[in-house]
């Protein structure tokens, strides 16, 4: 798992209640495209569940993160192991598939590697792009097998988990990374799935990408 672009900001723990009263709030456009058959063979609440995830992530981000914007979109992308090995290779440097990738809008080079560009200016009031959460569907299903864990939850925690990156939360040392699960736990019990971390006590490199 890893974020391509730096944010500095930050988010702390809040409350499940809070976190979704304020996803009411907001105007959130989420595209999701598929791009691996292999999705759509054994999971068919894959669009449901991204969506979820991803605007239970939204919630936690913190008030005036907004600024300037009347909403939030962005774009989830399920993918495949060659796809994901492509990104790697192009953006890190690692000629091998990872579970997945996050391609933060602040960088447009980057998010036209998996979406069209933007189309004009953003107008006041206009939704704030955030960028594209790339999953790969041999990699998480593996994992998940491996972990002990459904499909569904682990593809949850991974969709929370990229769009977390993409409000700009990080794990390049050990007290980030710590905010940020603690982050992601909160966030998956909000909408009904276990603790990831209680599972299994995975290898650094395979639990951060």
């Known amino acids: 798992m890893i974020r391509l672009e730096r944010n500095s900001r930050d988010v702390g723990r809040r409350g499940c209640a809070e976190m979704t009263a304020k996803a009411i709030d907001r105007r959130i456009a989420i595209d999701i495209s598929e791009r691996s058959a292999d999705w759509r063979a054994v999971l068919r609440r894959r669009r449901a569940i991204c969506n979820s995830a991803a605007r239970a992530a939204l919630a936690a981000a913190p008030f005036g993160w907004m600024a300037g914007s009347a909403g939030l979109e962005l774009c989830i992308v399920l ?6 090995r492509r990104l790697n290779r ?3 440097g690692q000629d091998r598939p990872t579970n997945v990738l996050s391609f933060a809008a602040q960088d447009p080079a980057r998010i036209s590697a998996v979406a069209p560009p933007q189309r004009g200016a953003r ?8 960028g594209d959460v790339v999953l790969a569907f041999g990699t998480i299903a593996g994992e998940a097998a491996a972990q002990g864990k459904t499909l569904a939850d682990h593809l949850s925690h991974l969709v929370v988990h990229g769009v977390l990156h993409l409000l700009g939360l990080d794990h390049e040392d050990a007290a980030a990374a710590a905010r940020m699960e603690a982050l992601e736990i909160e966030v998956l019990a909000g909408i009904g799935v276990a603790n990831p971390y209680l599972a299994v006590v995975l290898p650094r490199q395979a639990r951060h990408g």
């Open 90 to 92: 192009q953006w890190r």
């Open 123 to 130: 107008r006041s009031g206009a939704l704030l792009p955030l």
């Open 79 to 84: 993918g495949d192991d060659p796809l994901l």
